[in-house]
């Protein structure tokens, strides 16, 4: 499999402080990674330093092995095909929905025509056809969180990044939601998907990412990794594991 993403020796801190501590990792074209860990481990400023939110002090990210993101803004990073969601969706709530993603679309692709023809390929795409005409605001968190995506989407991401986009759903929005992504990466884009609900993961990943105190702890296929007495210790707590 070729490599996508490397991450190699990443190192921030913020304040003196190691948010990351000689990170490194790769991502592969065509997989669903998850990148678990405790809370403050770093999952977030590892998603924020791929994106461009943060650069990083030392170390290398490198794209699609011919671009090291270092310097690039957020927007050239999603031109690139770097794509990433938030916890906390924050949309425009007072344009509707098709409106919303309209918006970005046309950032991302050279005529109306064709930003209009991606916006509503992606409303259909991920269920959200049905709500084109509602205020972005009304919606409700598992629908805002798939406009989220929508959003990302008529970017033509390569790699998208899913910063817990299960948090807040009740079941049955989860398995929803786990079935969009799937959909998602059948249409070749790759997924890091970074999440608490180890059930999910265990149900969606092909392999395992795992942080603890900024650096790896340890990465593998699912089984494996959740059944490492390591991991349990300092994610899971107690004597918890996968048969």
Partial sequence: MNKLLQIQDLDKSFAGVHAINHLSFDIYEGEILALIGP???GKSTCVNLI????????????????????????QERARMGVGRTFQSPKP?????????V??????????????????????????L???????????????RKWLDMARVMVTDPKLLMLDECLAGL?????????SIVKR???????????????????????????????????????KT???NPDVIRAYLGGDYGYA
């Fill in 39 to 41: 809370n403050g481990c």
């Fill in 51 to 74: 994106s461009g939110v943060y650069i990083q002090d030392s170390g290398k990210i490198v794209f699609d092995n011919e671009h090291e993101l270092y310097r690039q803004k957020i």
């Fill in 102 to 127: 309209l918006t970005i679309a046309l950032l991302y692709n050279k005529t109306w025509k064709k930003a209009e023809e991606k916006t509503d390929e992606m409303l259909e795409f991920l269920d």
């Fill in 184 to 222: 998602i990466n059948q249409r070749g884009i790759t997924i890091l998907f970074i999440e608490h609900v180890i059930s999910a993961v265990m149900q969606l990943c092909d392999r395992i990412v795992v942080m603890n105190e900024g650096h790896l702890l340890t990465e593998g296929d699912p």
């Fill in 225 to 227: 990794v959740m059944a």
């Fill in 170 to 178: 009740a079941p049955s929005e989860m398995d929803n939601s786990l």
């Fill in 92 to 100: 425009f709530t007072n344009l509707t929905v098709r409106d919303s």
């Fill in 129 to 143: 056809a049905s709500y084109a005409q509602i205020l972005s605001g009304k919606l409700p968190i598992e629908k």
